[in-house]
């Protein structure tokens, strides 16, 4: 998941798009849900949220709006170097934790003991390589993820990417380039819909180009929104904005998917992002916006050690509707749960720590 800027870290006095906060919060949520069901349903034609996966889509766009607001007319006086660093204290702590938990999840599995299967020298190479977000998808059983002790960080490979070239290329470029670019990586994005017929890549060796395309198109259609001004004002409110967010996960998968994830990721979600960029918020959805938008990264990069443990058990006992449905609700729960947690006393206090040193 690619984290935007939060308010805590935006210029004194500048616009605070809460919405969009509270929206990634949702886009977050639904990537949990998303990774419980597609154990339960290899045919994703009968997952009721097969589209679930289109939320980091979501989050690469939103990056792209929020980056540009954030840094276009600033990043000058900062510098890059600084710049760097500010990126690298919002996105690395976690980076560093998912990693740590989803080693733990590996060795105390009681369902899996995958460990068995590798020797310590290549364990410690994989958890190296998660700690510093260098592509390593050497496990077979873990579907050759570039990340195999926590998957989500194949989105923070690509946010990295997408920060580097901002920093040294894209925030130059005036809005007539920046336009023909982002066409160019529409087109990649409907290449990769004929000779797939779906955006589930970029998480593994096998489509790792395919991350790539989606973090081009969404990032640089951010960049656009927010460059070109294309923020419409509504009285849609976060309820009505959720709605519409989350309907972009509920869609059927099936043959039809060349249309609709094209549709959804290339003109809805920067519709989404705009909309919510305008968007009227009432004070008493304020709180829930602000958490919303606080744990979705945390929620986002502590979860999988779960989801791979649920998918071993599910694997192990084959558990009956009803009981799926308790473990997949308590699943979620402890999840959020976790997040928070992580949020309150890692995140917060490591990133506040970091920023001291930086600023001393």
């Known amino acids: 998941m690619n984290k935007p800027e939060t308010n805590a870290e935006l210029k004194p006095g500048r616009q605070h798009f809460l919405i969009l906060d509270g929206l990634r919060g949702i886009a977050a949520l639904a990537v949990v849900v998303f990774h419980f069901m597609e154990w339960i349903f290899a045919d994703f034609s009968k997952n009721f949220i097969a589209h679930g996966f289109l939320a ?22 900062l510098g890059i170097k600084t710049f760097f660093k500010l990126r690298f204290i919002r996105l690395h702590p976690l980076v560093w934790l998912g990693s740590v938990l989803g080693l733990l999840g590996f060795f105390l599995d009681p369902f899996a003991n995958e460990a068995a299967a590798y020797s310590s020298g290549m364990i410690a190479l994989v958890f190296l390589s998660s700690i510093f977000l260098v592509p390593f998808p050497v496990m077979a059983d873990r579907g050759f993820n570039l990340f195999s002790f926590n998957a989500p960080a194949w989105s923070l490979f690509w946010e990295y990417i997408a920060n580097i070239l901002y920093a040294l290329i894209l925030r130059k470029l005036n809005r007539t380039v920046l336009l023909l670019l982002t066409i160019a990586a529409a087109a990649g994005i409907c290449m990769i819909l004929f000779r797939t017929g779906n955006l589930l890549g970029g998480w593994s060796k096998d489509n790792f180009w395919d991350g790539a395309v989606r973090v081009a198109y969404s990032f640089l259609a951010g960049m656009l929104v927010y460059r070109s001004n294309w923020v419409i004002k509504n009285k849609l409110g976060f309820t009505g904005l959720t709605v519409l967010l989350v309907l972009a996960f509920l869609m059927p998968f099936g043959r039809w998917n060349w249309l609709t994830e094209s549709f959804a990721v290339i003109i809805y979600f920067p519709l989404i992002v705009s909309l919510g960029a305008g968007a009227m918020l009432s004070e008493r959805v304020k709180s829930i ?37 308790i473990v997949v609700i308590c699943g979620t729960i402890l999840s959020v749960t976790t997040g928070y947690l992580v949020m309150k006393f890692y995140d917060t206090p490591v990133r506040k720590y970091l920023h001291r040193r930086r600023n001393k």
């Open 56 to 77: 980091v889509d979501f989050f690469f766009c939103l990056s792209g709006f929020v980056i540009a607001y954030a840094y276009d007319n600033r990043i000058e006086t």
């Open 289 to 325: 916006c602000t958490f919303s938008g606080a744990i979705s990264y945390p929620l986002y990069m502590t979860h999988y050690a779960f989801i791979w443990i649920f998918g071993h058990y599910f694997l192990a006992n084959k558990p009956g509707t009803t009981e799926l449905t």
